[in-house]
Nanobody, 116 residues
Framework: QVQLVESGGGLVQAGGSLRLSCVAS????????MRWYRQTPGKERALVAT????????NYADSVKGRLTIYRDNAKNTVYLQMNSLKPEETAVYYC?????????WGQGNQVTVSS
């Protein structure tokens, strides 16, 4: 079955950097687009970044453009989110996601805390 296992979250000071990783299994990874979402308490899960499987084109929420970068290594079945110049308001649980005709698939979530 589809599995998405995330790692790399933690505590960082404002202006610092973190890299999240998501290792995928159970589906042909290189054929699937991948996304990163984040969620804070009381709010809906928000899309942060998308990367397409084939031509690796990317798309970002306006609030993260120029600071966060999504990329993938299809040989390792892994998608990454490099986060630079982090802000306290970006403290959230970050989720890896993919989808197909059967539905959405989510990682377990990874806490990122940005201290001011």
């Amino acid at each position: 079955q589809v599995q998405l296992v995330e790692s790399g979250g933690g505590l960082v000071q404002a202006g610092g950097s973190l890299r999240l990783s998501c290792v995928a299994s159970g589906f042909p990874f290189s054929n699937y687009a991948m996304r990163w979402y984040r969620q804070t308490p009381g709010k809906e899960r928000a899309l942060v970044a998308t990367i397409v499987g084939t031509d690796v084109s990317t798309n970002y929420a306006d609030s993260v453009k120029g600071r966060l970068t999504i990329y993938r290594d299809n040989a390792k079945n892994t998608v990454y989110l490099q986060m630079n110049s982090l802000k306290p308001e970006e403290t959230a649980v970050y989720y890896c996601n993919t989808w197909d005709s059967r539905g959405n698939y989510w990682g377990q979530g990874n806490q990122v805390t940005v201290s001011s």
